[in-house]
């Protein structure tokens, strides 16, 4: 027992050391690498200058890249709709660290004027329409644009110039388009896809829009319609759209810049309560979208939520996918909306849906602004993303260095406490030794107790035998054994003659008590005075006789009548298949009455199912 507790107790102790110099170890193993992570976060910090003003370089090369580009396809594009305008001239400067874009005219003699404030609006409004084209089609988003009276500012006699160069950029950049505009357009082109404001305010307007299911796929990306219901002026109208160039024509005040706004609440969230028709108590805009789908926005007043995005199948459901429930109420859209359809923001800016108070696409915003317009695209995108995880990467190095050196302080200390480890591991493998010198010791003296337990086990063997051979010496002789042994014999066998001479003597009396009883009886019989009660007892046998005689001839009927039942019942046994109709267990003729000899209970559980 020592020896097993010694070697308990020190093996325990081996391997509580040997978590702590594992422990030691995996802390000289983190301290060289977190050493050698601090030194490389140190080094990346000492040129995060270097490599952000390289990423910025890079950029802006790249935007100037662009820039004569963007001057080309914009100078074309207002040659087209105003012949012998000046050439459009894109500044790039950076001012306070930012990137600042001017977009301008350049005059003969090489001077700039700046397009929003020193020009008409003819060719604002047309660089604006072409700077929406560039940012949509080089932006990942979705191939929309819709423009709010996009001509307004154009002549009459150049508004034909105007719808010309936007069907032939829609067409080469795959662009959907819808302009709202109050000149008729169907005498400029054929190939518009034409709906007008039919109605009055007062009384209501509606839309004359002829169906372009044909026109599309179903699998193809774009808007198939617009449905505005309780919304405004209008009580249930649909706006038709083809894949390419949409116009929706009318007079002022009609209502056609309503599906602008429409279509900015569906997916700028800039919906108020003045969406609601008056009189109703929700406006809803359903827009028909690829595989036969609709999505939805409900704008209800003083209600939790007030707005709710709904996107539906053909059949009116809602679109249930991947466990997810496509229905959001809230204020903002949500982003399942953004990543479904694709339209959105870009860099902040209104790429698809023209405002109708701010018509100018980019002119009337800030220099630093403007130039977003050149980081639209996937190169541009790039060098953002890199300057991103330059500057993620460096706010990571200095917490890692700030962490990193209170851990090292952290991890010093800890070894230092664990230095005595080398010495408690000598130590304990001589207390080993110790243990195991004390093991054969305690085997030894283990030994000899046994031995010492065996003699007095043996001395007390000894004892017993001393005192049997003590009493054996005081025996008798042999002959006198066997002389005790015949009188003991005949001792019993004088006990068994005395029991059965009793015996004897106890039957005698008997039989002496039954003869003194046999020979008091009279020699005759005595004569019966009366026997009436014979005579009845006569006759009640006799009626007895004749019961018992109509008992037996009802017996052989009811025998007759059980072998009928017993053949109906051995036939509907047959039917059944031999089980009971009543439980459903196997049964036999004979104990078919008899439910305890073939109860359910005594069947198996696929047996009672079966049943």
């Given at each position: 027992?020592?020896?097993?507790?010694?070697?308990?107790?020190?093996?325990?102790?081996?391997?509580?050391?040997?978590?702590?110099?594992?422990?030691?170890?995996?802390?000289?193993?983190?301290?060289?690498?977190?050493?050698?992570?601090?030194?490389?976060?140190?080094?990346?910090?000492?040129?995060?200058?270097?490599?952000?003003?390289?990423?910025?370089?890079?950029?802006?090369?790249?935007?100037?890249?662009?820039?004569?580009?963007?001057?080309?396809?914009?100078?074309?594009?207002?040659?087209?709709?105003?012949?012998?305008?000046?050439?459009?001239?894109?500044?790039?400067?950076?001012?306070?660290?930012?990137?600042?874009?001017?977009?301008?005219?350049?005059?003969?003699?090489?001077?700039?004027?700046?397009?929003?404030?020193?020009?008409?609006?003819?060719?604002?409004?047309?660089?604006?329409?072409?700077?929406?084209?560039?940012?949509?089609?080089?932006?990942?988003?979705?191939?929309?644009?819709?423009?709010?009276?996009?001509?307004?500012?154009?002549?009459?006699?150049?508004?034909?110039?105007?719808?010309?160069?936007?069907?032939?950029?829609?067409?080469?950049?795959?662009?959907?388009?819808?302009?709202?505009?109050?000149?008729?357009?169907?005498?400029?082109?054929?190939?518009?896809?034409?709906?007008?404001?039919?109605?009055?305010?007062?009384?209501?307007?509606?839309?004359?829009?002829?169906?372009?299911?044909?026109?599309?796929?179903?699998?193809?990306?774009?808007?198939?319609?617009?449905?505005?219901?309780?919304?405004?002026?209008?009580?249930?109208?649909t706006l038709h759209l083809s894949p390419g160039v949409n116009a929706l024509i009318g007079p002022n005040n009609r209502g056609k810049s309503t599906f602008i706004r429409a279509l900015r609440a569906v997916f700028y969230g800039e919906a108020r309560d003045s969406l609601v028709r008056a009189g109703a108590k929700a406006a809803s805009v359903e827009i028909g979208v690829a595989g036969n789908r609709t999505l939805r926005f409900t704008r209800q007043p003083r209600r939790s939520p007030v707005n709710i995005w709904s996107l539906h199948e053909a059949d009116g459901s809602i679109v249930e996918e991947q466990g997810m429930r496509y229905e959001t109420g809230g204020r903002s859209v949500p982003d399942w909306v953004a990543d479904l359809i694709r339209i959105r923001k870009v860099e902040d800016l209104d790429v698809h849906i023209a405002h109708q108070k701010f018509p100018v696409f980019l002119l009337g915003e800030t220099a630093s602004r403007r130039s977003a317009v050149l980081s639209i695209g996937q190169e541009a995108g790039y060098i953002r993303d890199m300057l991103v995880i330059h500057r993620e990467r460096c706010r990571q190095d200095n917490d890692l260095v700030?962490?990193?050196?209170?851990?090292?302080?952290?991890?010093?200390?800890?070894?230092?406490?664990?230095?005595?480890?080398?010495?408690?591991?000598?130590?304990?493998?001589?207390?080993?030794?110790?243990?195991?010198?004390?093991?054969?010791?305690?085997?030894?003296?283990?030994?000899?107790?046994?031995?010492?337990?065996?003699?007095?086990?043996?001395?007390?063997?000894?004892?017993?035998?001393?005192?049997?051979?003590?009493?054996?010496?005081?025996?008798?002789?042999?002959?006198?054994?066997?002389?005790?042994?015949?009188?003991?014999?005949?001792?019993?066998?004088?006990?068994?003659?005395?029991?059965?001479?009793?015996?004897?003597?106890?039957?005698?009396?008997?039989?002496?008590?039954?003869?003194?009883?046999?020979?008091?009886?009279?020699?005759?019989?005595?004569?019966?005075?009366?026997?009436?009660?014979?005579?009845?007892?006569?006759?009640?046998?006799?009626?007895?006789?004749?019961?018992?005689?109509?008992?037996?001839?009802?017996?052989?009927?009811?025998?007759?009548?059980?072998?009928?039942?017993?053949?109906?019942?051995?036939?509907?046994?047959?039917?059944?298949?031999?089980?009971?109709?009543?439980?459903?267990?196997?049964?036999?003729?004979?104990?078919?009455?008899?439910?305890?000899?073939?109860?359910?209970?005594?069947?198996?559980?696929?047996?009672?199912?079966?049943?």
């Open positions: 027992m020592i020896g097993a507790s010694i070697d308990h107790g020190v093996t325990r102790a081996e391997a509580f050391l040997a978590r702590l110099e594992g422990r030691r170890d995996a802390l000289r193993i983190r301290r060289e690498e977190l050493t050698r992570e601090i030194e490389l976060a140190k080094g990346r910090l000492a040129v995060k200058d270097e490599v952000e003003a390289f990423i910025e370089a890079v950029h802006g090369s790249a935007s100037r890249r662009s820039l004569s580009a963007f001057e080309t396809l914009l100078t074309a594009l207002v040659q087209e709709v105003l012949p012998g305008e000046k050439p459009v001239a894109l500044d790039l400067s950076t001012g306070r660290g930012l990137a600042s874009l001017d977009i301008c005219v350049r005059r003969p003699d090489g001077t700039l004027e700046d397009v929003l404030e020193d020009n008409g609006g003819a060719l604002t409004n047309v660089i604006g329409m072409a700077l929406r084209l560039i940012a949509v089609v080089k932006a990942d988003v979705a191939c929309f644009l819709a423009l709010d009276e996009a001509d307004c500012w154009i002549a009459p006699d150049r508004v034909s110039s105007f719808y010309k160069v936007l069907e032939d950029g829609a067409a080469r950049l795959g662009v959907q388009c819808l302009a709202v505009s109050h000149h008729d357009l169907s005498q400029f082109s054929g190939k518009f896809h034409i709906a007008r404001i039919i109605g009055e305010p007062i009384s209501g307007v509606d839309v004359q829009s002829p169906d372009t299911g044909a026109a599309w796929d179903e699998a193809q990306p774009g808007l198939r319609f617009i449905r505005l219901v309780n919304v405004q002026a209008y009580k249930d109208a700030r962490s990193g050196e209170r851990e090292l302080i952290a991890i010093d200390e800890t070894i230092d406490g664990l230095k005595e480890l080398d010495a408690l591991r000598s130590r304990l493998l001589d207390i080993r030794c110790q243990g195991e010198d004390l093991k054969d010791v305690s085997a030894r003296l283990q030994r000899l107790q046994q031995r010492a337990s065996q003699l007095a086990d043996l001395g007390r063997y000894l004892e017993k035998a001393q005192a049997r051979a003590d009493v054996t010496a005081k025996l008798p002789e042999a002959e006198q054994l066997t002389h005790l042994t015949r009188m003991v014999e005949r001792s019993r066998e004088r006990e068994r003659l005395g029991e059965r001479v009793i015996g004897l003597g106890q039957s005698l009396t008997r039989g002496k008590a039954r003869l003194a009883a046999l020979q008091s009886l009279p020699e005759a019989l005595p004569i019966l005075e009366n026997t009436s009660s014979a005579q009845n007892i006569l006759k009640r046998m006799n009626d007895l006789r004749s019961a018992a005689l109509i008992a037996q001839s009802r017996v052989v009927q009811v025998d007759e009548g059980l072998k009928s039942v017993e053949a109906d019942m051995a036939q509907l046994i047959e039917e059944t298949g031999g089980l009971c109709p009543t439980c459903g267990s196997p049964v036999k003729p004979e104990n078919l009455l008899d439910h305890h000899a073939h109860s359910s209970h005594s069947l198996t559980p696929s047996e009672r199912l079966t049943a």
